[in-house]
């Protein structure tokens, strides 16, 4: 009999356990980069205070893993979509800020990302609109966690975004970039997809573990590669893009939402969904 070499994209119930750590302190460096996320600060300042927050509690930053890239944080501003690389740019009001983050904590990673709309009273009809924006971003990112619950294919947890987005909003989903496997590495299989695709998609079963991050614009999908820096993505354009993220684990009692300090409690509640804890 010959035995497969692949490797399981499914982890065990210890290895989903060793998941938590990691996860949850990429959330507490998430909070402490939303804290310094405000108008006067620098894309530095809020990349130092997710490392401080990160190194604080004895993990290291997994960006910096990347061959080639020197911060903990990306941090896309207005038009940026991803990979934007944190500089001295003066965060300004009614900017709208995505940050994404991670951290590897004893051998196994954790990855997410989450929307500031920087207030200004001056502008109440910008910040209306890229709230809106980020808004419908986290509503879809919620709405695929919750169908993950019951799928039986990842196919239904990206199909929950477009069907929300395409029913709800005139935006468009950046089919570029999508989610992914986590566990080992920050990037593993299976992709997971942010909109309906074509032929069989990864079985949703215990030891599953995903990043779910749908990455919407204001306007048309199409990107273009900041030739500066070989970095960062920008809307080809020139209008919004928001991104939300959360990595969450599948066991054989349920869901849990890693990276959200309650398990996704808050975000699940509105679809009838109750996170379970990793048992």
């Known amino acids: 009999m010959v035995r497969s070499l692949r490797k399981s994209i499914y982890k065990s119930p210890a290895q989903l356990r060793l998941m938590q750590e990691p996860n949850r302190i990429t959330a507490l460096a998430l909070q402490a980069a939303k804290e310094a996320c405000v108008a006067g600060a620098t894309l530095l300042d809020v990349d130092r205070a997710a490392e401080a ?65 920087v207030p200004d009273p001056d502008n109440p009809e910008t910040v209306a609109r890229r709230q809106a924006l980020s808004d419908h971003t986290k509503e879809a990112m919620w709405r695929a966690i919750a169908a993950l619950a019951t799928a039986k294919e990842l196919n239904s947890v990206g199909g929950a975004v477009e069907d929300y987005i395409s029913e ?23 992709p997971v997809y942010t909109y309906w695709v074509n032929g069989r998609t990864a079985e949703v079963k215990p030891g599953l573990c995903v990043a779910i991050e749908p990455i919407i614009a204001a306007g048309r999908p199409e990107t273009v590669t900041d030739k500066n820096d ?31 300090l309650d398990g996704g409690k808050e975000g699940l509640a509105p679809f009838g969904v109750t996170p379970v804890p990793i048992p």
């Open 230 to 260: 070989g970095w960062t993505v920008r809307m080809a354009d020139g209008k919004d893009s928001c991104q939300w993220e959360h990595s969450v684990a599948v066991h054989k009692e349920g869901i849990w939402v890693l990276t959200a």
């Open 53 to 117: 927050k990160i190194r604080e509690l004895g993990a290291e930053p997994n960006f910096m893993l990347e061959p080639g890239y020197k911060h903990t944080i990306c941090a896309n501003v207005n038009d940026r979509v991803v990979h934007a690389v944190p500089d001295d740019y003066v965060i300004q009001p009614g900017d709208i800020v995505s940050i994404d983050c991670g951290a590897v904590f004893n051998g196994w990673h954790g990855d997410s990302a989450l929307t500031v709309v």
């Open 168 to 190: 709800n909003t005139d935006y468009s989903i950046v089919e570029e970039y999508i989610g992914h496997g986590i566990g080992r590495s920050m990037h593993e299989a299976p």
